[in-house]
Every structure is written in structure tokens, then in C-alpha cells.
């Protein structure tokens, strides 16, 4: 059996669940969440409970079954809580600024790297830190991913832009030779 499909969600309050045939939508002060099912899985609502059932135990079925739960956990987190990712720049000459719902960096190139930031997430820049937020947890991180895609961290001087947590590790420089001659 699968520990995390068959644990209750709690759902809070100011966040309401439907299941309607083979969606689940969530909405709440923030906005509306909605997921589709797959076969043989389904939700049941009891008081203010969300139990995850399964029709079989294939291996498909077992496998959905805990994917399903945290998904509708994480629409019900981002809806009551919100889901935020910092990023880090470091680079000689790295401007990062939001204007008019766009991303504005100038990170190295010959030109400025512009991204339009979706209506779902609010960016804010302080420092050498940009923080993507939001309550849909996917996009979140694949706006994020987006934005440190632009310049990856670079192993040498660790110029580019990296997540807050992630550590980069340097390498040596080329070693200077000893001439033996």
C-alpha cells in the first residue's frame, strides 16, 4: 500500500474542493487550480478531509495513486500558502530589474535578455537575488528553471545565475607549468 496515496489531506480554511466526473478544482482567495484524473483514481471529501483511492493495484494504479495526492496537496498548499524559488546573479556588470511584466537582465551578452513574466507569479528583484512567486507550484518552477536557463553557473568563477540552495563547485584553474628544459 502505498504510505503517501493513502494519507488524509487537510483541506483549510478559505479553500474550497470540487470533484466533478474526472477533474478536481481547488480555488480560494488567490485564484482557481484545476487537475485532471486519470483512470481508476479517485477522490473522496470527507468533512474537511481529501482521501485518495485507487481502482486496482497495478502497477500503473500504485504508481498514480501517491502522484495524484500530492499533486491536490500542492494545488490546496499553493492556493492557502503560495510556493516562492529565490535565484542568485553574480557576474561583473549582472543587472537584473522587473518593469511593465517583464524581466529585464543584462547578464554578459550583447544584448539584454527580456522575459515576459506570466500573470500567475509576481517577481520581485532586492540585491543580487530574484524571487519568482506564486501559487501554482509548476509553473513557479518552470519560470525559475526559464530564468536560470538565460546563464547558467559557471564552475570556474561561479558567474551566472544559480538557485538560492544549489552549490556550485569550482574547479581549479589551469595549473601553471613547471618548465623542466
Known amino acids: 500500500m502505498s504510505r ?7 483541506i483549510p480554511d478559505g479553500i474550497s474542493v470540487k470533484v466533478d466526473n474526472d477533474f478536481v478544482t481547488v480555488s480560494g482567495s488567490k485564484g482557481e487550480l484545476k487537475h485532471k484524473l486519470a483512470n481508476g483514481i479517485n477522490l473522496k471529501i470527507i468533512s474537511n478531509q481529501i482521501k485518495v483511492e ?6 500503473l494504479q500504485r504508481s498514480l495513486h501517491g502522484t495524484t495526492a500530492r499533486v491536490v496537496e500542492n494545488m ?11 535565484l542568485e546573479f553574480k557576474g ?11 524581466l529585464n537582465m543584462r547578464l554578459g551578452y550583447s544584448h ?5 513574466i506570466p500573470k500567475s507569479l509576481t517577481l520581485s528583484v532586492i540585491k543580487s537575488a530574484i524571487i519568482v512567486e506564486g501559487f501554482d507550484k509548476v509553473q513557479v518552477g518552470a519560470f525559475a ?14 558567474k551566472g545565475i ?6 556550485i563547485k569550482k574547479k ?8 623542466s628544459a
Not at 485507487?54 to 502497477?59: A, C, E, H, L, M
Not at 498548499?77 to 529565490?86: A, C, Q, V, W
Not at 539584454?112 to 515576459?116: C, E, Q
Open 172 to 179: 581549479a584553474g589551469k595549473a601553471a607549468q613547471t618548465s
Open 92 to 102: 561583473v556588470g549582472f543587472t537584473v530589474n522587473v518593469a511593465d511584466d517583464k
Open 162 to 167: 544559480r538557485y538560492k540552495e544549489e552549490i
Open 4 to 10: 503517501i496515496g493513502n494519507k488524509l489531506i487537510n
Open 112 to 116: 539584454p535578455v527580456i522575459l515576459d
Open 76 to 86: 490546496i498548499i499553493g492556493l492557502s500558502e503560495g510556493f516562492s524559488r529565490k
Open 145 to 158: 528553471a526559464k530564468i536560470r536557463e538565460t546563464k547558467k553557473p559557471e564552475v570556474y568563477k561561479g
Open 54 to 59: 485507487r481502482r486496482d493495484d497495478s502497477k
